[in-house]
């Protein structure tokens, strides 16, 4: 019977009967196998995050351990596998401010801080609004 393979990206929980390091279960996620150090037969280093309850990363680790005694959880309910591409930001509508006074020569680019969002209207600050107008 040939043992299971470590591969990267794999979730594994360890026990005892993975080495006797492990007094304590813990379940980590493999970084990659390190094929370039020297083992015994059937053993293998790997470097991996150590996940806590909720699977985020909490430490990393270098361990040696025996293909043979891991456990490979099944994912939990309702915690998707795969990343998700965060949403695109939220368009603003903005106009542009006209571009200071008309001796200026027809300036196509209004200066700086000029672009306003739509729906602000402008000369109503903390003043106006503690005061109750609007």
């Known amino acids: 019977m040939t ?10 929980y360890l026990s005892r009967a993975a080495s ?21 037969d059937g053993w ?8 806590n309850a909720a699977g985020d990363a909490v430490r990393r680790r270098t361990l040696f ?6 456990r490979r959880p099944a994912p939990p309910p309702g915690r998707v ?3 998700r591409a965060p949403p695109p930001p939220e368009r603003v509508a ?11 020569g027809g300036a196509t680019i209004p200066p700086r801080g000029a672009a306003v969002p739509l729906g ?6 903390r ?6 107008t609007r």
């Open 81 to 83: 596998a795969t990343r």
């Open 20 to 40: 006797v390091q492990f007094i304590r279960p813990i379940t980590v996620r493999v970084i990659r196998v390190l094929t370039d150090w020297h083992t015994y």
């Open 65 to 70: 351990l025996m293909p043979a005694g891991v």
């Open 44 to 51: 293998v280093w790997i470097d991996a995050y150590q996940l």
């Open 120 to 125: 602000v209207r402008s000369g109503r600050g």
């Open 94 to 104: 903005i106009r542009a401010v006209p571009a200071g006074p008309a001796g200026r």
């Open 3 to 12: 043992t299971p393979q470590v591969k990267s990206g794999e979730v594994l």
């Open 127 to 132: 003043a106006c609004r503690s005061a109750g």
